[in-house]
Structure formats: C-alpha cells, structure tokens
C-alpha cells in the first residue's frame, strides 16, 4: 500500500530541491533507520512521515534499515511490529527490508582499514577511565596510555577480539581523531564493544559489534542514501559522520540534516522509559491505548491519516518548536471520524425508562443513516419497545431552569424517535433512583409537537433488544504536561490513576457485529473503536478514541 502525502513546504525539502535543481543530485534517496529495542511512537511517525513523505514528493526512493547493533536488546517481535506499523501508515519502502548487521563484514573491514592507516586503535581502559580521560565541555581530553599501539598490534587485538578471546568491556576499539576537539564526538569515539551475545540476524558469528555512529554514515553510502535526515540531538554527532566518510573509500557521500524532534505534552517517549512502563505493569503492553506506540494509537482508535495529518500540521523546522500540544493530536483524529465514523447509539450509565402508553409486546423499528452526510455508509435500524435505556446523566430530579433533557414533568425527544415525558419517578428502599415511567408522544416523530418547544434530544436503546457492551474510557496517562522535565523526581510518580474506567453498558443492536477496529461516533458521548484484540467471538468491548469536544479548535480560533 502507498500513500501519496503532499506536505507544506518546509526547509528540508526545499533544501533538497535546490540541490536537484543544481544538479548536486540526481535521484533523492532516504531512510528511515529504527532500532529494534522497542515499539514506535508518535515522534517516529514524524520521522517516517518526513523520510517517506520526501521519497514521494521527489520522485525518489525511502530505504527501512534497521540498526540492530545492539542484539541484547533487540527482538525479532520489535521488528515485526515495526514494519507493520510502517505498512500501517501508508508508506512503502524501496526494496529489501535492510539492516545494519547485512553491513557487518564490510564495516569490520573498513574499521581495519583505519587501523591500518593509523587512525584507530584498541583501548584497554575501563568504560569509566574512557569517560574520565574523555574531559568536558570546558577541559580537554587525555590520550589514552594505548593510543600508540602500532598498527599491527592493533590488527591482532582487534582480530583477537573479533574471535571472542576477551571479555566484554576488556578492550575497545576507538577512532584516533582529536582529544582536544571543541567537539566530545571527536575525542576518539569508540567505533567496537565487545558483546558476548546471540545476534537476531547473525547469531554468534561476531562477538564485537559497532557503535550506531560508525555503523549510520557507513550504511548510508553503502546503501547509496542522499540525504540522512536526522533529528537535532544528532547535530553534534554530523563532524564525526563526515569525518568517517571523509576517511573511508566509501562510494558515494551522503548529507545530513537535522530537524526538530517532536515533544508532545501529557507524554513520554523516551524508549527506555516506555519499556519501564511495559515491564512494570503499569500499561498492558507496548499497544496499550494509553502508551504514545503507533500501535497503541492504532488499537486505540487513530486512524493512519489522522497520524499523517497531525504530523503535517505541526510541521518540520530546524528550530526547536517547544512542546505540542496532545489537543491539536485529538483535534486531527476528530476531524477524521466526524467525516468517517459510523454512528451508533451507546448508553454507558443505564437508567430504565418505560413507556406506560405503549402496550406489553410493542415494537416499531425506525432506520436511521450510517452517518448523516454519508450516503455511502448505509443505514441501521433502532427498534422502539416499550422499556428502554437511557443515559442516568440525563435525568435530573431538580433540574435547573437550563437543564435541556429529562426532569419530572418536563419533555425530551429520543434521538431519531419521539417526544417523551416524564410522567413518575421510582426509586429504591436506599432511595435512588430505579426507573423513570413516561409517555409517549405519537404524533411527534420527525416533527414538533403542537404548540410546545422541546430543546433536548437524549440517546437511547431498546432494553429488549441491546447488546451488553464493556467500554475502556482512556484519559491521559500521566497528570503533568512535562512528565520527565525534573530529573530529581521519578516521572512515575506523574502517573494518572484515572487514566482507565471501564464501564459495561448497552449499545444499539448494530453493535453487535462489530468488526474489530470498526470506528464508531457513539452519538452525544464520543468516539470509539472495537478493540482489535478483545472484540471477538461474539464480546463487544470498545475503547474510547476521543470525546466530542474540541477545545484545542476552539482554543485556536479565541487566539
């Protein structure tokens, strides 16, 4: 599947126009180039939107690589969910699916190549001893006591270290550029760890593997990529890339820019703060409903193209924008579902009504649209009897003179149905509130009665013919904006204990084929989508995607 994005304009594609226009280009090429340690989330979908979203719009090619050099915190199910949610978006990519690891032996060989050439060598100091002779912003480095190794010892413990004769941490294989550069990236950046463990693609064929800064650049040239579009923690890191294609006979030279990463308020998407959340059971998997995943979003009610919008209304610069707010992420899910959801009517706090005028064994059946401005989506029909559901929130006993739905004495019309008063209110030995007995109005479908005015509309269901209903009402995982801002507090400790309700209700008898991620507007409360895992064989559960209001567009045009 491929989908066509015409995104605004922005500085990296402008940029890159220019450069076909000078002919410094002739065919762009991208990729998009995840790790394999975790799902993707929302800032991904930025970068794929972006990497992609280029290829498409310059008649070019967008490359998926995976960048699988640390195999003791891949997995294979991280990559299978990864292409899957690629393919979800929209997008295509060119050829193979590519990895890192298919590089392994012509980046093995090129880093004895700098061996060689003097421009690497083995280091014997601890990680922490690297870290301390590595200096500071504001102090030069030291050169290790080993950087004068020849190169033919280097090549040998290199060799030997390939062969898995040391011990992980023993020895390092570091670049020998400047200890005293401005730049920390240069001062001998370690380019080979040794790592004892089973790879997902190469299995126990290496027992060394490459740092993600030699392993990018190289990938790219070999790959043919022009442009590598990365976000802006990697602008320090651009001297090294160059530096590694300017000292190895790779065959072509890519180009990196930077832009903004995306930070969306309410959330966290730090990869290791996401596998906390998974693995300490505070959400039920990376495709909980409440987690900022692709695949989350996904069973959660968000639509491809709504991802796809959101990314293009925040747009792409060079600047850090600052945070987003998630309202302007509701506000493109709703836009979407008030075009293409299904309609359909749910009561979540049943309260009986009985119609007293209505005979035992009543029942007439009204068809109502899909969707009331699609023709296409067909109709459905709500059956009447003579007991219903409706909604608790929509009766009041003392109601206040602007409370427009249903109060002793007072009128409302059922949606798509009759005017019905309020006749009788029976309640409980406790004293709540049991059953409402009301009458019908006969002569008032489709029109006015004679002589009243009735403002509210409420929804409802046949008590006879509803379908039992689990609905997950998700709210925002976390209570702070910026979850993760105080590095001194535990950003668990913003966690939201509301961020879950589920409710059993009753739904509309067209529910009750629901496929799985069938999204509906249940008409007056929100919208909502079958789970795609739970709503099978013959359960009804449907998670919340978002409520009605939009208080981010109105916000918007107040501003």
Not at 207 to 233: M, N, R, W
Not at 343 to 357: D, E, G, I, Q, S
Not at 384 to 401: N, S, V, Y
């Amino acid at each position: 599947m491929s989908t066509e994005t015409q995104s605004a304009p922005n500085f990296v594609l402008n940029q890159i126009r220019e450069e076909l226009e000078a002919g410094r280009a002739d065919k762009v090429v991208t990729r998009f180039p995840p790790e394999p340690n975790g799902f993707l989330h929302i800032g991904h979908a930025k970068s794929i939107c972006l990497n992609f979203g280029l290829a498409q719009q310059l008649g070019g090619d967008c490359h998926l690589r995976f960048d699988d050099t640390n195999p003791a915190k891949e997995e294979q199910a991280y990559i299978d969910a990864i292409k899957e949610d690629v393919e979800w978006l929209g997008f295509e990519w060119a050829g193979k699916v590519r990895f890192a690891s298919d590089y392994f032996d012509q980046l093995y060989a090129w880093a004895q190549h700098l061996v060689r050439e003097g421009k690497a060598y083995v280091d014997d100091l601890s990680p922490d001893e690297i870290r301390e002779y590595r200096g500071t912003l504001k102090e030069p480095g030291r050169p290790s006591p080993y950087r004068e190794r020849s190169p033919e010892e280097n090549l040998d413990l290199l060799e030997r270290m390939k062969k898995g004769e040391f011990g992980e941490s023993e020895k390092v294989l570091r670049a020998r550029i400047d200890m005293a550069a401005p730049n920390i990236n240069l001062r001998d950046p370690i380019l080979y760890r040794i790592r004892h463990a089973s790879h997902h693609q190469t299995g126990d064929k290496w027992k060394i593997y490459p740092s993600y800064d030699f392993t990018h650049g190289q990938s790219d040239a070999l790959e043919g990529v022009t442009h590598s579009i990365c976000t802006l923690e990697f602008e320090d890191h651009r001297p090294l890339y160059e530096w590694f294609l300017a000292n190895l006979p790779v065959p072509v030279t890519p180009r990196q820019i930077e832009f903004a990463r995306l930070n969306l308020d309410y959330t966290v998407t730090s990869k290791r703060k996401l596998k906390l959340l998974v693995d300490e059971g505070v959400v039920d998997g990376w495709d909980d409903p409440r987690m900022p995943t692709i695949s989350g979003m996904r069973r959660r009610g968000y639509t491809a193209a709504s991802i796809r919008k959101f990314c293009d209304m925040i747009g792409v610069s060079r600047a850090d924008g600052g945070m987003v707010e998630i309202g302007m992420l509701h506000h493109a899910i709703r836009s979407d579902l008030e075009d293409n959801a299904l309609r359909a009517m749910c009561v979540l706090n049943p309260l009986k009504v009985v119609l007293t005028n209505l005979p035992e064994g009543h029942e007439e059946v009204f068809e109502v649209p899909g969707h009331p401005a699609r023709d296409d989506m067909g109709t459905r029909q709500i059956p009447l009897t003579r007991e219903l559901w409706i909604d608790a929130d929509d009766f009041m006993e003392d109601a206040p003179k602007k409370f427009f739905r249903l109060a002793p004495e007072k009128e409302v019309r059922l949606r798509n149905g009759y005017v019905i008063r309020c006749d009788e209110v029976i309640k409980d030995e406790a004293g709540e509130i049991v059953e409402l007995r009301c009458s019908v109005d006969l002569d008032t479908l489709g029109k006015n009665p004679e002589g009243r005015k009735v403002k509210g509309v409420i929804h409802w269901v046949s008590a006879e013919h509803a379908v039992p209903v689990e609905v997950r009402q998700y709210e925002n995982l976390f209570l702070e904006a910026e979850p993760d801002r105080d590095k001194d507090v535990d950003f668990l400790e913003h966690l939201n204990p509301d961020s879950l309700s589920i409710v059993k209700g009753f739904g509309e008898p067209s529910l009750r084929n629901a496929a799985p991620e069938t999204r509906y507007q249940f008409e007056r409360i929100g919208y909502f989508v079958a789970d795609r895992h739970d709503c099978v064989d013959g359960a009804l559960v449907f998670n919340r995607t978002v409520s009605l209001k939009d208080g981010w567009a109105k916000a918007q045009k107040k501003g």
